[in-house]
Nanobody
Framework: QVQLVESGGGLVQAGGSLRLSCVAS????????MAWYRQAPGNQREMVAT???????NYRDSVKSRFTISRDDAKNTLFLQMNSLKPEDTAVYYC?????????WGQGTQVTVSS
């Protein structure tokens, strides 16, 4: 099992930056895939960025060149650096781990971008 705890959300003006963190209860270096998802009110949860154990990354088109996923294996922590934030980035952001076909989710952290 993996417990995930996110932090770093908040209120920011459009054009600003935030850095989300996700601390895992165990080593993340061997987890098949770590990811960030988000869910806005009335919308389905959507993938934002993923990183495999081999550090291959993937982003949804709307955040490419603005968001960066990274991890610190020594601290069992996944990050999401978000720059040039837009009001449409407003959502609850969730950390996700996929390991041996099991899905693990954090509790989410709210990101609100004002115009």
């Amino acid at each position: 099992q993996v417990q995930l705890v996110e932090s770093g959300g908040g209120l920011v003006q459009a054009g600003g930056s935030l850095r989300l963190s996700c601390v895992a209860s165990r080593s993340i270096s061997t987890i098949d895939q770590m990811a960030w998802y988000r869910q806005a009110p009335g919308n389905q949860r959507e993938m934002v960025a993923t990183m495999t154990a081999a550090r291959n990354t993937n982003y949804r088109d709307s955040v490419k060149s603005r968001f960066t996923i990274s991890r610190d294996d020594a601290k069992n922590t996944l990050f999401l650096q978000m720059n040039s934030l837009k009001p449409e980035d407003t959502a609850v952001y969730y950390c996700h781990a996929l390991q041996a076909f099991f899905n693990y989710w954090g509790q989410g952290t709210q990101v609100t971008v004002s115009s």
